[in-house]
């Protein structure tokens, strides 16, 4: 992969955002249960997001192809 400058930002960005993401859905839901499922399910897309950004996996618009 020929990765420039602004790959490396937009991963910076979706990093951040998960993160901050998954540290609101810890704050509000207080059931242990649902926050296991909830992070769970934001990692989930993140790494699918990512993947797809970063290779194209699915084949969708937004892989820069």
Known sequence: MN????????????????????EIALRKFKNQKNKGLLVLAIVFFAILLFMEMAVGLFGSPIAGD
Do not use: P
């Not at 990765?3 to 998954?22: C, H, P, Q, R, S």
């Open 3 to 22: 990765w420039g400058k602004e790959d490396f930002i937009i991963a910076g960005f979706l990093i951040i955002g998960t993160a901050l993401i998954v």
